[in-house]
C-alpha cells in the first residue's frame, strides 16, 4: 500500500509528492479528512501535466499574455491557454437557447422586490439571557403603546431605539433581498403596506419592533434586457464542458499512476 503523501508519475513524468502537499493548500477538506485535499491537488497537478504534454505534442509556444496590470502569464499558463485555444471547441449557443432558460426560470430575472421598512432595535448581544429577555419585555411594552397610539412610532423610535436610525424614526431606507438579516427579511416580506407587526422579530442584534411602510414587488424583466447574461453563462458553461470533455480524454489515455481518477473525493470527482 502506498503512503497517504507520495510521487505521481503522469505518462513517466513525476509529480514530486512535496509539489502536491504545496497545491493542497488551495483545496478545502474536511478536518478530519485532510487526504481529500492531497487527492484534488494531486488531481489537479495530473490535469496540468496532461495538459502541458499536450501542448509540447502540439509543438505550441509559449507566448504570456498580461492577465492583470504589470502581471504576465507564465510560460506554463500560456501554454495550456494556446492548447485550449486550439483544442476546444464549445457549442454555439443562440437565441433559442437564452430563450429556453428565460422561459424556464422566469424567478431568476426578476427586478428584485423592494421594502421601505421602520423598526425600533432593542440591542442584546446573542449570548447574554438576562439582556435578551429585558430586551424582549421592552418590546413588548413599546409595542403595547402603539396598540393605542401607532402615529406614536417615529418619537418612540427616537426615544428607545439603539439603532441609528432613530434619528430619523427608525425608517430604514429602501431595502431590498439581502440587506439586512434573514430573521428581519422574513418577517418584513410577511407584511403589509402600513402594518405594524404585533410580535417583536428577534435578531442576532436584539429584538425588534418593525413597521412596513411601502413595498414594492418585483417585476419580470424583459427577455432582451437579460439576454447578454444568459448568453455568458451558457456560454461559460458550453466551454467549461469542452475542457471537461478535453480532460477526460486525456486522462483515459494516460498513464497514471498513485493517483485514481475513477474514485470520487468527498461524494463528487474532482
Known amino acids: 500500500m ?10 513517466g513524468e513525476t509529480i514530486a509528492s512535496a509539489a502536491i502537499i504545496a497545491e493542497a493548500q488551495n483545496h478545502t477538506a474536511p478536518v478530519d479528512k485532510p ?3 492531497w487527492q484534488a491537488a494531486a488531481r489537479a497537478l495530473a490535469v496540468r501535466t496532461l495538459l502541458l504534454q499536450e501542448a509540447q505534442r502540439a509543438n505550441l509556444q509559449a507566448d504570456p499574455q498580461e492577465v492583470a496590470e504589470g502581471k504576465l502569464e507564465t510560460d506554463d499558463e500560456s501554454l495550456i491557454r494556446a492548447l485550449l485555444d ?4 464549445p457549442r454555439a449557443v443562440d437565441e433559442a437557447d437564452c430563450r429556453a432558460i428565460y422561459d424556464k426560470m422566469p424567478e431568476k430575472f426578476r427586478s428584485p422586490d423592494l421594502f421601505e421598512p421602520a423598526h425600533i432595535l432593542f440591542m442584546a448581544k446573542p ?24 402615529k406614536r412610532f417615529a418619537r418612540l423610535a427616537k426615544e428607545n431605539s439603539d439603532c441609528p436610525s432613530r434619528d430619523n424614526g427608525g425608517s430604514l431606507g429602501q431595502i431590498s433581498d439581502g440587506d439586512t438579516v434573514p430573521e ?9 403596506e402600513g402594518e405594524i407587526l404585533p410580535t417583536p422579530v428577534e ?5 425588534h419592533v418593525i413597521r412596513l411602510d411601502a413595498k414594492a414587488e418585483g417585476a419580470l424583466l424583459p427577455f432582451e434586457a437579460v439576454r447578454p447574461r444568459i448568453q455568458q453563462q451558457l456560454e461559460q458553461l458550453a466551454w467549461a464542458q469542452s475542457a471537461n470533455a478535453l480532460t477526460h480524454r486525456l486522462v483515459a489515455e494516460a498513464e497514471i499512476d498513485g493517483i485514481d481518477f475513477s474514485k470520487k473525493i468527498g461524494g463528487g470527482l474532482q
Open 127 to 150: 449570548g447574554d439571557a438576562e439582556a435578551r429577555h429585558q430586551a424582549r419585555v421592552n418590546a413588548l411594552a413599546i409595542l403595547e403603546a402603539l396598540a393605542a397610539d401607532p
Open 203 to 207: 435578531t442576532r442584534y436584539g429584538f
Open 86 to 89: 486550439q483544442e476546444l471547441e
Open 35 to 37: 487526504g481529500y485535499a
Open 184 to 192: 428581519f427579511e422574513a418577517a418584513m416580506k410577511s407584511m403589509s
Open 2 to 11: 502506498k503512503p497517504l503523501f507520495h510521487d505521481v508519475i503522469v505518462n
